[in-house]
């Protein structure tokens, strides 16, 4: 690949991108490799956990030069939804780890990863409304779902870039780390989620993903209900209890 590399090691996948002198920009290159490598993360059941970091900068955006010119056809077929809609859907928790810029395309790609560690030095925005656009690979939509709509709302019409500590502030990140420990400590949260019950992950992700699409809160808590049970037809689930009863660490089979 080009501009994107994963490593596998101990059930932990850790994507990255290699694009230093655009500040990692997303042309349709990269998300062309992205798409080819979440398919083979979901299509891997050793992969247990997905990190996205890249050293520097998560990256300064969609790519402003090649976006410039386009008609609305090539812009829609440009656009990155269906390969973000991947990386949300897939069964594991994912993390992105983000240094430095985390702009625009690239804080939807965040978005659309479970959970978001920062560094201290990070800055985050949606800069597209000073471009004369708008978010168009889901932040619209996860932004506010995630830090609710006020909070979206004024990043999103502001453009406004902000810095770690805003960041945690209003939800848009969950944990902050100097700029030196981010890596190392994203890396930590990863191998201990690593650890955890595949199948009753799976059933998490599924079970908050269906139930917070449904207007009816009752029938969210019923998805809820039904997945909670189906989780004891699982050896992890004997497993992960009998091991509690005889006081030692459990081992997962993901069955
Ligand atoms: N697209 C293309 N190239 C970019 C880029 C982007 N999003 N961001 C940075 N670069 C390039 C710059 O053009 C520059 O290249 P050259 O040396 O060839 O000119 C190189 O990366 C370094 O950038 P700067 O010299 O600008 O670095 P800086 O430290 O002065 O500024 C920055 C950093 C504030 C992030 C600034 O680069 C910037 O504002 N970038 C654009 C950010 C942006 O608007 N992102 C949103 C894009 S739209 C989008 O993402 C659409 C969507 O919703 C899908």
């Not at 004024?154 to 030196?180: K, M, P, T």
């Amino acid at each position: 690949m080009r501009y994107l590399s994963l490593e596998i090691n101990n059930g932990i996948g850790l994507i990255s991108i290699h694009r230093p002198e655009a500040l990692n920009a997303l042309n349709r290159e990269i998300i062309d490799e992205l798409d080819a490598l979440l398919e083979q993360i979901r299509d891997d059941q050793s992969i247990r956990v997905l990190v996205l970091w890249s050293d520097k900068n998560f990256a300064a955006g969609s790519d402003i030069k090649s976006m410039v010119e386009m008609t609305v056809e090539e812009a829609a077929d440009f656009i990155f939804t269906p390969t973000y809609n991947k990386l949300d859907l897939l069964d594991i928790p994912t993390i992105a780890g983000i240094e430095g810029y985390a702009l625009g395309g690239a804080l939807e790609l965040a978005m659309a990863c479970d959970i978001r560690f920062a560094a201290e030095g990070a800055k985050l925005g949606y800069p597209e409304i000073n471009l004369g656009i708008m978010p168009g690979a889901g932040g619209t939509i996860r932004t506010p779902l995630s830090i609710g709509s006020p909070w979206a709302k004024e990043l999103i019409f502001s453009g406004e870039i902000i810095d770690a500590a805003r960041a945690l502030q209003i939800g848009l990140v969950n944990r902050i780390y100097s700029d030196a420990e981010l890596f190392a400590e994203t890396m930590k949260f990863a191998e201990k989620l690593s650890r955890k019950a595949p199948l009753a992950m799976k059933l998490i992700k599924q079970t908050m993903r269906e139930g917070l699409a449904c207007a009816d809160l009752m029938e969210g808590v019923d998805i809820e209900k039904k997945n909670w049970a189906t989780l004891f037809s699982t050896e992890d689930q004997k497993e992960g209890m009998r091991a509690f009863i005889e006081k030692r660490k459990p081992e997962y089979k993901g069955k």
